[in-house]
């Protein structure tokens, strides 16, 4: 595996994402334990888990989606659940969240999917100003010929391009990724991930990737974290993280090459 | 931090029930204080009613000149008995106008709009299109309910209106193959009978029935779960409540007009 990481844009001294003493529970259901991470600005985070471990549960605190039960969520310095309306609208516009399953807006076109966030947001860009934005992120996701097709007639990693495309519109400084490779083929992943790496040097984001592939973690992520039984037992760069001892960890990444 | 067992304080059907009472008084709570501050979604708006009237009016033409026609047919022998055949434009004008083509539009719109709205925005749910909104700092509330709320609010009384002409439509051609009346007189004869407060009636059953419909649609589907179980459920409990409200508000305000009749 060949490593793309870009650490030279990375500012150590600047942490766009500071969560610390994070607590989350769903019923009876204890899904996040006291976690505590930073990520730079220009850095690329990948988090590593099983199912259910709650790393999907984590972004979505961060967004506001979710409101943690305790602890400290700080996005570009403001504490994301004191946030309400305007404010919370705002953050949001800085962030970009790529959802697991797309989340393409099946009754409209690819166009109108990427027009959409634009014109609810600018309401005072004219129709030009929105078709080159369009025809800026199709491009650099590699898919300005499906610019008239419905999410319904395009395939997984195309929809997943184009649901980064529809974050990438909005001009983010963080990209969320949740579960970026997840039901792809390897090719298909490969493309992925070169297209999360080509994001973060073109748009120059700081990320958090969610996964539990090994390879998109190695390849995209500055950084690992891994997120086992609600805690980050390790965070570090990747061959630090695959080197430890901790048999929790290594018994994850022995079933990850198993399988 | 939560944990052990869950406390009901009740039990948990009554818990449940009591949940779902006030979750749904806070979603109407919602709709009132979004629907009358900016941003407005009119284009979204007009696009709604357009597609809540174009899907229900096929079948609304269908089952309103049936109506007006069967209604007719069935009223003429009792009718016939007593002489009073040429009663029948005032006594079909009546029982259209006054309870049939509101009900019967209501019911139509509650299985065919109700049922779309509810599978729509719980696909949206399940599909996270709703979170891709909020993310992406759009009011999903504003933008989907709101609109479909309003939409319906307006469509259903002008469909409950073209229903009843459509049935009266349906009489008329009955009463004609009878007898030859020609159709100002069918009509003159028919709104005779009709005063002003069967209309304001009529047309403020339609607007509470089209609320119903639009509110009882958006809650089900914008809280669905559970995946595509979820989405199914939320269309199928859409129908079902919608209709049985719409039966509720129809004793209710029937007898409410029947009161004012009396001063």
């Keep these: 595996m060949q490593s793309d990481n870009h650490n030279d844009i990375i500012d150590t001294t600047n942490a766009v994402i500071s969560i610390r003493g994070l607590y989350k529970s769903f019923a009876t259901l204890d899904v996040l334990k006291g976690i505590d991470l930073d990520v730079h600005k220009g850095e690329n985070v990948a988090v590593l888990g099983r199912s259910g471990t709650g790393k999907s549960v984590l972004i979505k605190i961060l967004v506001g989606l979710l409101r943690p039960d305790r602890g400290i969520v700080k996005v570009l310095g403001q504490e994301v659940d004191k946030l309400k309306g305007k404010e919370l609208d705002a953050l949001r516009l800085k962030i970009g969240f790529s959802f697991q399953n797309s989340a393409l807006y099946d009754s409209m076109d690819v166009r109108r999917n990427l027009e959409f966030p634009l014109r609810m947001n600018f309401k005072h860009l004219t129709k030009k100003e929105i078709d080159a934005a369009v025809e800026e ?75 539990h592939d090994l390879t998109c973690a190695k390849v995209t992520g500055n950084r690992a974290a891994i997120l086992l039984d609600g805690s980050f037992l390790k965070v570090g760069t990747f061959a630090e993280v695959f080197a430890t001892q901790d048999e929790r960890i290594q018994s994850f990444f022995n079933y990850n090459f198993i399988t | 931090m939560r944990s052990g067992s869950k406390k009901f304080l009740l ?3 009554l818990d449940d029930y009591f949940i779902g009472v006030f979750n749904a008084y806070k979603f109407i709570g919602r709709f009132f204080r979004e629907a009358f501050k900016a941003p407005f979604h009119f284009r979204e708006l007009v696009n709604q009613c357009f597609e809540i009237g174009l899907k229900a009016l096929p ?192 004793v209710v305000i029937v007898q409410v007009s029947n009161w004012i009749r009396l001063f």
């Excluded at chain 1, 996701?141 to 909005?170: C, E, M, Y």
């Excluded at chain 2, 002489?83 to 309870?99: D, F, K, M, N």
């Design chain 2, 11 to 13: 039990s948990k059907g």
């Design chain 2, 59 to 250: 079948l609304i033409t269908l089952t309103g000149f049936i109506t007006g026609m069967v209604f007719t047919k069935q009223s003429r022998p009792s009718l016939e008995t007593f002489g009073a055949t040429s009663w029948l434009p005032s006594l079909i004008s009546i029982a259209i106008l006054r309870a049939l083509a509101s009900l019967v539009t209501a019911l139509i719109c509650s299985g065919k709009v109700g049922s779309s709205i509810g599978a729509e925005l719980g696909s949206m749910r399940v599909t996270e299109q709703i979170d891709a909104m909020e993310v992406s700092a759009i009011n999903p509330f504003k933008f989907l309910v709101t609109t479909r709320v309003l939409a319906t609010t307006i469509t259903v009384p002008i469909l409950a209106l073209y229903c009843g002409f459509v049935a009266l439509l349906g009489s008329f051609v009955n009463i004609n193959a009878h007898e030859s009346t020609s159709f100002v007189s069918f009509f003159e004869h028919g709104f005779d009978t009709i005063t002003f407060l069967d209309m304001f009636t009529s047309v403020t059953k339609s607007i509470f029935f089209g609320f119903t419909i639009g509110i009882v649609g958006c809650y089900k589907g914008y809280n669905a779960s559970s995946g595509t179980v979820g989405v199914g459920r939320a269309a199928n409990q859409a129908v079902v409540l919608s209709m049985f409200l719409v039966f509720i508000e129809e």
């Design chain 1, 137 to 211: 992120v199709l491009e650099a996701v590699g898919l300005l010929d499906k610019i008239n097709q419905l999410p319904s007639d395009l395939s997984g990693g195309q929809k997943k391009r184009i649901g980064i495309a529809r974050t990438l519109i909005l001009k983010p400084e963080i990209m969320l990724y949740d579960e970026p490779t997840s039901g792809l083929d390897p090719i298909t992943s490969i493309e992925i991930n070169e297209l999360i790496n080509s994001v973060q040097r073109r748009y120059h984001t700081s990320s958090i990737i969610i996964t």
